[in-house]
């Protein structure tokens, strides 16, 4: 006799069906009410993909690229698909997704063995025509479950031995491996159905490599228009170096120096590249023609601006300046002058936020080297007091400024771009699971900041991974439309810091249970510690960038 059951779904809607259905079966009822093809499904608050077969009574929401979770669907079976197009133009081809840049994912095809020619944009062109030949096949994604020495079998077979590398340190004893069109492959969760489901995308060539471009969720069936950030590209290339340096590519290669007890020498030689690079600055900040007389850093959440600024002070004093520092938070409106944003909250993070014209007219006077009144900002109250301090500077000193608005020309309007140096800091890692599975930059600085929180603020991961979508709006609106307009950027990621963070994180990470949303979020961030071995703060020293997330810094 056919057994049933019951599926509740988001708007409080009741059905039966077979027991043993799939997902997608389930889905076609539901189209209809999404604008979107329908992706995957959140099934009883876990992230499920449309070939899972329901067994028991179940709360299912189905999600699209409009979602998070839908967009990662998305993405990451992208990556497959182009992977299998370059390896069908390019018979034995190494493919690389290395790290994000305008709007996509750069990638690398190194041609099959002995064919030592760059890659052209006819070549990409031809990668992409097969791509849409692959999705016009409407081939599956099949996940395969193998145990760990199946999989490192077939992995040595097919020369992945990045793969291989990461099975080592595997703590659970199978691993899933999808398949499509003969080619298998390991991805760091979910993927959609089929290539059927991957209509919208392009590549561009972008030498040496190319850019695999695809929409966006607040944007879900457009490719955005492409702004390229050949900045933030060369600060990646940069820190690809510094990986070569430290030999350290993938997270196999981070565990690996600490088994082979190489971690210390690895802290070392990450923390002289981060010294030599501030140095660098300070000097051309100090040798500039024209005397710079404002620095303004900005960067997003958990960036690592405050220890940074520190850091740069210190060098700059070396080149015989005398740097000093200003918070933009005391140029806050008060209270009733500040805008709201469309939930009726104050915006605190609104450029508008900020008295501009009082913040302009006191620079201007102080560049000039006129003694000033200066401002603070009173929280309790809501508003900023004149309390009688005065402050002057000398030919010799530089005013520091840190804030998220400090690439905009509108907070600096009245001060000549000659006098002013712009400096844009974020956590790039170059840093990936393997060759095919990039770590978002975004990840490493939401796990800096539980830590933070969790140490500093009293803060549970909870509600840090609640605010988070939050601050990322925040820094699409006020931060990464500027960060090409710095004069130099500088990369606050260290190789080794996840192992660190880890320790304090996952504790954290684990706590938060299956009956709130952010469980999802949660259960993603504590998979993805767990590929790292984890060590403790020993070796880390007191003026790295890190230790404004572990505690123990020698300037606060």
């Known amino acids: 006799m056919q057994e049933y059951i019951k599926v509740t779904f988001p708007d409080g809607l009741e059905r039966e069906y077979p027991k043993g259905i799939k997902l997608i079966n389930i889905a076609k009822d539901f189209q209809f009410q999404h604008g979107l093809e329908i992706l995957g499904a959140i099934v009883n608050n876990e992230l499920k993909e449309l070939w899972k077969e329901l067994t028991q009574d179940s709360k299912v929401e189905f999600i699209d690229r409009s979602s998070s979770y839908g967009n990662r669907f998305y993405s990451r079976s992208l990556a497959f698909l182009f992977i ?42 031809k990668i992409e025509l097969k791509m849409h030949q692959l999705v016009r096949m409407e081939l599956e994604f099949k996940k395969n479950k193998m145990d760990n020495k199946a999989a490192e079998e077939l992995f040595r077979k097919t020369g992945q031995y990045d793969k291989i590398a990461l099975l080592k340190y595997r703590e659970k004893k199978y691993v899933n491996v999808y398949s499509c069109y003969g080619y298998y492959d390991y991805f760091y969760n979910y993927m959609v159905p089929s290539t059927a489901y991957l209509k919208t995308f392009e590549l561009r060539f972008y030498s040496p490599g190319l850019i695999l471009r695809f929409p966006e969720k607040c944007n879900p069936e457009i490719i955005p228009e492409f702004i390229e950030q050949k900045k933030l590209f060369n600060i990646f290339r940069e820190f690809e170096k510094w990986g070569s340096i430290l030999e350290i590519q993938n997270i196999s290669n981070l565990n690996d120096a600490i088994i082979e007890n190489r971690f210390k020498d690895l802290i070392n030689v990450a923390e002289a590249l981060h010294e030599k690079k501030i140095a660098q600055i300070a000097d051309l900040i100090a040798s500039s023609e024209e005397k710079k007389k404002l620095v303004l850093i900005a ?59 009082t913040f302009n007219d006191v ?43 400090g690439l905009n020309e509108i907070l600096t309007q009245d001060i000549p771009k000659e006098k002013k140096f712009k400096i844009y800091i974020s956590a790039l890692t170059h840093l990936g699971v393997d060759n095919h599975n990039r770590i978002p930059t975004s990840d490493l600085r939401l796990i800096r900041r539980i830590v933070r929180d969790f140490q500093f603020r009293g803060t549970d991961a909870l509600s840090t991974i609640k605010r988070w979508d939050s601050v990322r709006r925040g820094e699409d609106t006020y931060i990464y439309p500027f960060q090409e307009e710095a004069d130099v950027m500088f990369n606050s990621s260290l190789v080794y810091e996840l192992c660190v963070l880890k320790k304090v994180a996952l504790p954290q990470l684990v706590k938060i249970k299956n009956d709130v949303p952010e469980y999802i979020e949660a259960k993603r961030l504590v998979k993805f510690l767990n590929y790292f071995l984890s060590t403790d703060a020993a070796g880390v020293p007191n003026n790295s960038i890190l230790q404004e997330f572990l505690g123990k810094s020698c300037f606060f």
């Open 84 to 125: 299998i197009a370059a390896k069908e133009v390019f018979n034995a081809a190494k493919v690389t997704v290395e790290h994000s840049l305008s709007k996509g994912f750069y990638c690398e095809v190194h041609k099959e063995p002995g064919n030592n020619n760059p890659l052209t944009e006819e070549d990409v062109k």
């Open 299 to 357: 960067g997003p959440s958990s960036s690592g601006k405050t220890t940074f600024a520190q850091r740069l002070a210190v060098q700059l004093k070396v080149n015989g300046l005398k740097p000093i520092s200003i918070s933009i938070d005391d140029y806050f409106k008060n209270r009733e002058d500040t805008p709201v944003d469309e939930h009726g909250e104050f915006d605190f993070e609104s450029v508008e936020a900020i008295d501009i014209e």
């Open 363 to 405: 620079m201007t006077k102080l560049i000039k080297g006129e003694l000033v009144e200066v401002p603070t900002y009173n929280f309790q109250k809501g508003m900023r007091e004149w309390t009688g301090k005065k402050l002057k500077i000398d030919e010799d000193q530089i005013v520091i400024i840190e804030g998220i608005h």
